[in-house]
């Protein structure tokens, strides 16, 4: 008890006796006794019987604790341990008292429900062509380490972005199954940027099973980025570089083992992608409230005028409103879908059934490889300076098992 925390109810109000310095009560109306007895109102239910006059019962004693809580959530060390029905409740008193709305207590709030009810406060996140929200919610979105799917199609994320170490990191490993960033002016050197730390440490996205590459400036050569996901099976790389012919099909098939679907896979949905939770509505909170942003005050004709040129308020409207980056034509939508997926155990393709075509491709396709490994040993050996084109072509599948090591 001597480490223990004391709190101390004197006069009516309860104070921590602590650095910690407690939410103060809302300020009251100049009407209203200023008795330090006299409770406040937050803890009367006010009614009107059927005569039509005001009466208040009190409220529970464990609803006057919650919103006691919720008010100083941000000094609540753990709620690990507490069931969920009272975590719901508590996450609910400090929705209705705005406490997300607060870019200070928001990420800590968040990190405390995240860290206790996992995927109860979010399982599921959909920020399709949202990028204002994602760039001015990162700190808050970091904290929902339990999501199962999470959607940034046309996020705008570029080939370095500062969610991509959040992506791969620890915490979504054990969670993430379905991934979508697709429409992002991703190249193949994003990607390699993007699996790094899988190919390199062995860590992070374990558990990924559908990835959307769609509509991204890749080649064939991002394929090999992403034979680090062990349990990958369903993987879209419509509107890409990627050209549907036989050497495509064999090369996914040799390097992932997956096959090419007729059918557009029911995965790469965007209506089945939704965001559930607990914080499902504050996430729409956020985004109201950057649409409307305070206008700025009006000095002068010349400040005014570069304020709403420049202005934040101008800019969240404007992308708010923008289109989708891709697919804006009806032309777009209705291109063929490469759409590849992992088959059954009992459907797999034997070697043995392969057309002589397929097999003839693929001795042709073997030899053309082994055609430019020497070429380009030979040009490496030739020139004084390698390039960094040809150094890296050099490296066998040893060196790169090596590389890995480290």
């Known amino acids: 008890m001597d ?42 239910i006010f009614t009107y019987n059927a005569e039509g006059s005001l009466r208040y019962t009190t409220k529970s004693l464990f609803d006057i604790t919650l919103l006691f809580v919720a008010d100083n959530i941000h000094h609540v060390d753990s709620l690990v341990g507490f069931p969920e029905q009272i975590g719901d409740r508590l996450f609910t008193a400090a929705e209705e008292n705005r406490v997300f709305l607060n870019a200070d207590i928001s990420p800590k709030a968040l990190q405390l429900f995240s860290d206790a009810y996992g995927e109860l406060v979010l399982g599921s996140l959909c920020l ?55 429409g992002n002016s991703l190249s193949d050197v994003g990607l390699q940027r993007l699996t790094a730390p899988v190919r390199m440490m062995r860590k992070g996205l374990d558990c990924l099973q559908a990835l959307d590459l769609s509509y991204n400036p890749i080649s064939d050569r991002a394929l090999r980025y992403l034979t680090c996901l062990p349990k990958l099976e369903k993987l879209d790389v419509s509107g890409t ?105 009992n459907n797999l393709i034997p070697e043995k059934h392969a057309s002589p075509a397929t097999n003839h491709q693929g001795k042709a396709l073997q030899n053309i490889k082994k055609r430019k490994r020497q070429s380009e040993t030979r040009d490496s050996a030739c020139q004084s300076v390698p390039t960094k084109h040809s150094s890296s072509s050099v490296l066998t599948a040893e060196d790169v098992d090596l590389l890995n090591c480290y």
């Open 128 to 182: 399709r062509n949202r990028f204002p929200l994602l760039h001015e919610r990162m700190n808050e979105i970091k904290t929902f380490h339990s999501l199962k799917s999470l959607d940034l199609f046309g996020c705008r994320l570029g080939d370095d972005h500062e969610i991509f170490p959040h992506l791969t990191s620890s915490s979504l490993a054990s969670s993430l199954i379905q991934l979508s960033i697709g």
């Open 241 to 345: 570089r990627f050209k549907l012919c036989t050497t495509l099909k064999t090369t996914i098939w040799d390097q992932l083992g997956l096959i090419h679907s007729e059918k557009p896979l029911d995965t790469f949905d965007h209506a089945r992608c939704k965001t559930e939770g607990w914080a499902e509505q504050i996430v729409n909170q956020w985004e109201t409230n950057s649409s409307h942003m305070p206008k700025q005050k009006k000095i002068d004709e010349s400040r005014s005028s570069a304020l709403r040129f420049f202005g934040r308020q101008k800019f969240v409207r404007d992308v708010l409103n923008a289109a989708p980056l891709v697919c804006e034509s009806k032309e777009d939508a209705k291109k063929e879908r490469l759409h590849f997926y992992r088959p059954a155990a």
């Open 3 to 44: 480490n223990g925390t004391i709190y101390v109810r004197e006069k009516g109000s309860l104070r921590r006796v602590s650095d910690i310095v407690l939410a103060q009560p809302k300020p009251v109306s100049s009407c209203r006794r200023t008795n330090p007895f006299v409770l406040r109102k937050e803890h009367f």
